[in-house]
């Protein structure tokens, strides 16, 4: 019946965009300084998912692009000025987009992941970019590879496979991640839960910093992370491609390999990825039991035609993880290098299938994102049969529709619903069964004039969490369930102004909220995963924000940068807490025997988050970058006067680059750099420990050799490379994390490590 409903609603839409004249969209691109011919530019459309290299004359050619449509179009080369401009098909005339010969690349470069799609410099929100290259390296996930790379974003690990995004101190969920126009729905909630993505998947990141609930709802307080699939090749073309890398510390090996094609508007892309690793090892020694696997699968095929798009995109992701159950002064250290997984340990799968849209009715259109994900965590604690089972289901709509400019005005409404429903397959419990509901709209429009462009919007959200009431066979409650309902209105405003070519200014403010999830209103039960007893609190109420930021930015063909400023105050900030050095004794089933764990209360604060970010890069010669990032987060519990816990400390990252002509290489460059990291001593003693300062030395080479007509990239990296032993504040294995009684248990971050990769792109272009 949901098929048959759908499939009515797209034939109702289709027809009327169907008869949209077309045009064949032809253009070259340039030097600007000599007018020669730029071979292999890249020409994008990112809100038609499609993209073509310019030919031996720079020539490219877009077919069916509806003649009354305006698009931002991208236009990137190496060595150039990346060139955004908003183009309109409604005249036929041959383009010619002139590039700046400049080392700064991507000083402009396109955001999908605000309601209406820009370019970075008249886009009021606070954004980073991060390519399919730098997601390439000796990173072990997708939010490692964020956390290296974008200020102001770092990550909560457990162990070498887990990494939970944080952005500007807000973690959980309070940082939405997106991936096929959805929101992912893994249980965010959980400690060791993390991120179900394929790194290898993405053809670009885009990280949205400060408060995005306009257009995502409830959790999205911290930002953004949007994952975007790599573009469609242009009609009759194919394009593929095969990686893999070894990394020394752990024995990672990564494999993914991934086609894709466009016959006469059907386009279809495959991908599979195979992961491996053994225990990493430290300073110290291995940590015991930490190694991992992970395989995904996925898959997209649809039309691309003169009425738009509609994609089919289908994933299945499954990661088994290894854990250590150590009590304080347990040995930590082996030197095992087995790749054999043993008990306890996560066996973690996740099911998706999205049907993204974008119908195009003349000047105006709509974006229809339909998903379903379906997320089984299983913990496994001495066999097969898992201890903990979280089943969870979840369905989701969002929907855009941009209406026609009206006075220098560019209107959008949305509509976003979903239906959680989660089971306990477990012998084990923590969380009650729940059905979970939401649904939202909001709107938002966007002017510019001149070099001004002002945004603003509002959005209404209701939320409805039912908690199943449960008891044990012998009729102790359990959980004693609850009904929490809960709606909010947020608004927000944005301003830009581009004072020059180099120079220009944006900021933001607004108003956002976080219902209260599940766990934190019904955990009563031990969490395997974190060592301690969790106890929610049914009578939780929203969590609502008000934040400010403000960003200057400056790019010449010297010094490229930017800084940035932002506050965030949040009233009835929820985290768990250990007060009082609570603690239960809970009979272990099996040994029959009593153990003590530290209990965790879910309760509320206000909270104080602010601090700075930005990035200075200088370039004395063309061949030379030296780039440097920072960022900083103070965070307050305002109600108790003291830190709030699991924030990142202060970082410094330092890298000088150096890009020179090579005959016979392309894109050939070494680099060397100091990752440096201050010291966390604003912590929540009540459970946590400070961290000292250290410092991490990295460096890397790479190049493209041209066998051919086939370009093959090889590169090797290293991290850590003095082997230093080192906490980083947001370790969930370092010291004081699981008793405070045994402050010496810990387990050192990642020693040294070197990574030795492949990368081979390859397909036509006709």
Request: net charge neutral.
């Amino acid at each position: 019946m949901k098929l048959k409903i759908f499939s009515c609603f797209l034939y109702f839409f289709i027809p009327f965009a169907a008869f949209a004249e077309v045009i064949d969209f032809k253009g070259k691109v340039v030097d600007a300084k000599t007018n020669q011919a730029l071979i292999g530019a890249t020409v994008s459309i990112p809100d038609l998912r499609i993209a073509v290299a310019t030919n031996i004359n720079g020539e490219f050619t877009i077919k069916s692009i509806p003649t009354k449509g305006r698009f931002v179009v991208q236009v990137q080369y190496l060595s150039y000025k990346t060139l955004t401009q908003t183009v309109d098909f409604s005249s036929p005339a041959q383009m010619v987009f002139v590039l700046q010969p400049s080392v700064i690349e991507s000083h402009e470069v396109v955001i999908t992941g605000t309601p209406i799609t820009s370019g970075s410099r008249s886009n009021s929100t606070s954004a980073s970019v991060v390519t399919k290259e730098q997601l390439q390296g000796s990173s072990t996930n997708l939010i490692d590879a964020l956390a290296r790379q974008v200020p102001g974003v770092s990550q909560i690990t457990t162990s070498q496979a887990i990494s939970k995004p944080v952005i500007r101190g807000l973690s959980y969920n309070r940082v939405v991640t997106l991936n096929d126009g959805v929101k992912q729905q893994g249980q965010q909630w959980g400690d060791e839960h993390g991120i179900e993505m394929d790194q290898f998947a993405a053809g670009r990141v885009e990280v949205l910093r400060g408060a995005a609930s306009l257009q995502y709802g409830s959790d999205a307080l911290g930002g953004v992370i949007n994952v975007i699939d790599p573009p469609t090749p242009a009609e009759g073309n194919i394009r593929g491609e095969f990686l893999t890398n070894y990394s020394s510390n752990n024995g990672l090996s990564n494999t993914s390999v991934m086609l894709s094609g466009n016959q006469n508007g059907f386009v279809c892309r495959g991908r599979g990825t195979y992961q491996n690793a053994y225990s990493f090892n430290t300073p110290a020694g291995r940590y015991i039991n930490s190694g991992f696997n992970q395989t995904n699968v996925s898959g997209m095929f649809g039309l691309n035609k003169s009425w738009g798009y509609s994609h089919v995109n289908f994933s299945y992701f499954k990661d088994n993880i290894g854990f250590y159950d150590a009590e304080p002064g347990d040995p930590l250290y082996n030197d095992n290098t087995s790749r054999t997984i043993d008990y306890p340990r996560q066996d973690i799968r996740h099911y998706k299938i999205a049907l993204n849209n974008n119908f195009l009715f003349g000047s105006s259109s709509l974006k229809l994102d339909l998903g379903y994900q379906k997320n089984q965590r299983r913990e496994l604690e001495d066999s097969p049969t898992p201890n903990l089972f979280f089943d969870m289901n979840t369905y989701s709509l969002d929907a855009k529709y941009y209406l026609p400019e009206s006075h220098g005005w560019h209107p959008v409404i949305g509509l976003s619903s979903s239906l959680g429903h989660s089971v306990n397959l477990g012998e084990e419990l923590l969380i009650p069964a729940y059905d979970e509901y939401s649904t939202g709209a909001f709107i938002y429009s966007k002017k510019v004039w001149g070099q001004n462009t002002f945004s603003l919007g509002a959005r209404f959200d209701y939320i409805k969490n039912k908690g199943k009431a449960q008891n044990d066979d012998e009729g102790n409650t359990i959980f004693t369930g609850f009904d929490n309902k809960f709606s909010n209105v947020s608004g927000a405003m944005g301003y830009t102004h581009i004072f020059n070519d180099v120079l220009s200014f944006k900021a933001n403010v607004g108003s956002a909220f976080r219902a209260p999830n599940p766990a934190e209103l019904g955990s009563n039960g031990v969490h395997e995963g974190t060592s301690r007893y969790e106890i929610g609190n049914a009578n939780l109420s929203p969590e609502r924000s008000y934040q400010a930021d403000a960003t200057l930015e400056y790019g010449s063909g010297f010094i490229t940068g930017s800084f940035g400023i932002y506050e965030n105050y949040i009233h009835n900030f929820i985290y768990a807490s250990n007060t009082n050095k609570e603690q239960i004794t809970v009979i272990d089933e099996e040994s029959g025997l009593p153990r003590d764990y530290d209990a965790y209360r879910y309760g509320q604060v206000n909270a104080n988050l602010y601090g700075f970010e930005g990035n200075l890069t200088l370039h004395p010669v063309s061949f030379i970058h030296f780039e440097n990032t920072f960022s900083y987060t103070e965070a307050k519990n305002t109600s108790l006067n003291r830190p709030l816990p699991l924030i990142p400390a202060g970082t410094l990252h330092n890298t000088l680059r150096f890009e020179p002509k090579v005959k016979g290489l392309t894109d050939f460059y070494f680099y060397a750099g100091i990752d440096n990291y201050f010291k966390q001593n604003r912590i929540d003693a009540t459970f946590e420990t400070p961290t000292d300062g250290y410092t991490l030395l990295n460096a890397g080479i790479g190049a493209t050799f041209n066998m051919g007509k086939q370009p093959l990239k090889l590169y090797v990296s290293g991290t850590n490379l003095t082997n230093k032993a080192y906490y980083d504040a947001l370790s969930r294995l370092r010291p004081g994390r699981y008793s405070q009684e045994d402050p010496t248990y810990g387990v050192y971050n990642m020693g040294r490590n070197v990574t030795f990769g492949v990368y081979i792109p390859f397909g036509t272009n006709k």
